[in-house]
């Protein structure tokens, strides 16, 4: 019997862990928190749940490794090269749904000399976004096409219904993640022209778009989107863009949280202060002017403003203690979305990827391809962001396994040994793609 080590048991980890269980393979899930991994192994026959802290006893990582034939990260990705080193001491096949970092990347020889696979990339958004797109792709060139342009945008957010609060949006993750995404910059390309975004301007740079069958959504640009050119062999390409969806709203929300100094990363005492005495603090509140109308002087907006009215909603000018000591900005709003923004027992989330092809062929022929995923969670189930990252990496390590994917070194999931199964079998879990000319 083969056995896979899982390293994390948070949000995602269920099906893949599941799904694992299922096909015949014995999984160890090791979480900070053993009643986790307990709840996620379920009493099953071939789980093994154990308590492991990969930041405060990193020598027990080599003893969870050695019986294992393939590790996969769902841990923070800075311990990923931690992880992936243990690996090719070991010999041992590894599977992450993050980004490959520098550090990753510069293992790839040392993985092809020991013949094994460091998979990254391969859950949702990275990893169905890049399988989705090169089948297109793939199968454009193949016709004698070239692609010219080539946008991507992606959101987990409430479904329809469960969208009933004014952020729309709800917690499927890390909310300390969600708005780290408000302190990068941007750089795409568009119509042959190079762009770039300072992080400040980020939130400032959304466009709405139509997503059919649901309505419009803001887009904004995500980090840095020209090395897609080459990663995706689409070399014709004068526009590249990739990003996220929000509700309408959103941007100019975030946007402003950064112009108050919300998304501040530098450690301070809140020890005995109030989140309205805090926001007063940034901007300097008069004595006598009420928090709100302070805000909007120091934002240069309407008092009457929708932003403010998600800032008062979500507690910021409430004189009640903030719950943290030594701590920053971000977390202090972090606190607040883990209180206002988690979806109540039986709603669900979705998760919204469309990309917009233009192509030419021989000829001077062009053609739009739109391809769509929009997947729903389930009530009182998985939810779509747990479904569309865990199954894509849970396949992939079954196909690995069982020999079906014998690529070594670096890899992510854009070549069609990878994808084409991967999105065969994903589709019997409703997780389809529909593609259109338009």
């Given at each position: 019997m083969k056995h896979v080590l899982c390293l994390g048991a948070g949000l995602v980890a269920r099906p893949y862990i599941d799904y694992l269980l299922k096909k015949g393979f014995q999984v160890?899930?090791?979480?900070?928190?053993?009643?986790?991994?307990e709840r996620m192994v379920n009493g099953h026959a071939n789980g093994i749940p154990v308590a492991f802290d990969i930041q405060r006893e990193p020598e027990r990582l080599k003893e969870l490794v050695k019986p294992a034939d393939l590790v996969t990260s769902l841990l923070p990705y800075t311990h990923h090269v931690t992880v992936a080193n243990e690996c090719l001491r070991q010999g041992k096949h590894m599977a992450t749904t993050s980004y490959v970092s520098d550090g990753m990347r510069a293992l790839d020889a040392k993985a092809k000399k020991a013949g094994i696979t460091l998979l990254n990339e391969c859950g949702v958004d990275p990893g169905l976004d890049h399988m989705s797109a090169m089948k297109i792709i793939h199968e454009v060139q193949a016709a004698g096409g070239k692609v010219t342009s080539f946008t991507s945008f992606c959101g987990g957010l409430p479904a329809p219904d469960a969208n009933n609060n004014p952020f729309g949006y709800k917690l499927s993750w890390s909310p300390r993640g969600v708005l780290l995404a408000g302190t990068n910059s941007a750089k795409f390309i568009r119509d042959g022209k190079e762009v770039l975004i300072p992080s400040e301007e980020l939130f400032n740079s959304c466009h709405e778009e139509e997503?059919?069958?649901?309505?419009?959504?803001?887009?904004?640009?995500?980090?840095?989107?020209?090395?897609?050119?080459e990663i995706y062999g689409v070399k014709h390409a004068e526009t590249m863009i990739r990003g996220t969806y929000r509700y309408p709203g959103w941007c100019a929300t975030v946007y402003d949280f950064g112009r108050l100094g919300l998304l501040d990363l530098t450690e301070q005492d809140f020890k005995g202060k109030t989140y309205d005495g805090f926001v007063r603090g940034l901007v300097k509140a008069k004595s006598g002017t009420d928090t709100r109308t302070a805000v909007a002087n120091f934002l240069k907006r309407d008092r009457s403003h929708n932003v403010l009215d998600r800032y008062e909603w979500l507690g910021l000018f409430e004189d009640r203690p903030i719950p943290l000591e030594k701590s920053t900005a971000l977390d202090v709003v972090c606190t607040l979305f883990e209180e206002k923004l988690q979806y109540t027992p039986g709603e669900r989330d979705m998760l919204v990827l469309q990309h917009k092809f233009g192509i030419e062929y021989a000829g001077?022929?062009?053609?739009?391809?739109?391809?769509?995923?929009?997947?729903?969670?389930?009530?009182?189930?998985?939810?779509?962001?747990?479904?569309?990252?865990?199954?894509?990496?849970?396949?992939a390590t079954r196909l690995i396994l069982e020999g079906e994917i014998n690529l070594t070194g670096v890899q992510i999931p854009i070549i069609p040994e990878i994808y084409e199964p991967i999105l065969a079998e994903v589709a019997e879990f409703d997780i389809r793609f529909k593609e259109e000319t338009y």
């Open positions: 160890t899930v090791a979480s900070r928190t053993v009643s986790k991994a997503v059919p069958g649901l309505g419009r959504f803001e887009g904004y640009p995500n980090r840095d989107s020209t090395p897609y050119i001077g022929r062009k053609e739009r391809i739109r391809s769509t995923l929009i997947d729903y969670g389930i009530p009182h189930g998985d939810t779509s962001m747990s479904r569309t990252v865990a199954y894509p990496v849970a396949i």
